[in-house]
Structures are given as C-alpha cells and as structure tokens.
C-alpha cells in the first residue's frame, strides 16, 4: 500500500521561509517523478513543481520561479520543496504526489497525471 505523509508546514511572515517535506512508502521512489500542488480556498488545486525520478529535471510554475526549489533524496525516499520570499498569496494546503512514470509530463502537469497523493500540510504566509 502506498502512503505518501507531507510535513513542514506552518504560519509565516511574507519574505520568510519554510522547508516542506515529503516521504513516500510502498512504492520504488526513485522511478516515480514526484511534484508538489496547492490548494487555497475556493480555487482549483494547481501544479506547484516537478521533478524527474532521477532528480535531473525539474519543472515549476510561473509564480513560484526564482522562489521554490524542489529537490529529492532517494536514499531517504523523501520529496522536499525549499520556499524562499513567501508571499500572502502562497498560502494554501500543500499537497505532494507521485506520477507512476519516471518522467515529469511537459511542466509540472495537472492534478489527473499524478496517481498517489497525501493529505497535505497547511502553510499560511501573514502580510
């Protein structure tokens, strides 16, 4: 059975920081691309990051660019999103999912292209 538990979330001021993190059981981690979704109230969950099985690729939304690095640790089977210069409108439930394919779709795809998903994990970015 796969489980898929985020972790790292919090209330922060705007221009702050936080480390998100991610851990994957139940699955060979290394040939699943993994990518990171948020979700605030009222709007549609939305592709935050991708990166490849192997760590080489990487993909991000337009907004998050220059602020949000994501990278992986295989040997620890665990996802991280490093979030720099939070902004107000970052704040929303922040979801990790696994693709069942090595690669990242063109971007960092949609909600549909992900298989494996965990609960989330509040981050909430004060002005």
């Known amino acids: 059975q796969v489980q898929v538990v985020e972790s790292g979330g919090g209330l922060v001021q705007a221009g702050g920081s936080l480390r998100l993190s991610c851990t994957a059981s139940?699955?060979?981690?290394?040939?699943?691309?993994m990518g990171w979704f948020r979700q605030a109230p009222g709007k549609e969950r939305e592709g935050v990051s991708c990166?490849?099985?192997?760590?080489?690729?990487?993909y991000y939304e337009g907004s998050v660019k220059g602020r949000f690095t994501i990278s992986r640790d295989n040997a620890k089977r665990t996802l991280y999103l490093q979030m720099d210069s939070l902004k107000p409108e970052d704040t929303a439930m922040y979801y990790c999912?696994?693709?069942?394919?090595?690669?990242?779709?063109?971007?960092?795809?949609?909600?549909?292209?992900?298989?494996?998903w965990g609960q989330g994990t509040q981050v909430s970015v004060s002005s």
């Open positions: 999912a696994a693709r069942e394919r090595l690669l990242c779709p063109s971007g960092v795809g949609v909600r549909g292209e992900y298989v494996h």
């Open positions: 139940g699955l060979l981690f290394d040939v699943h691309a």
């Open positions: 990166i490849s099985g192997s760590g080489s690729s990487t």
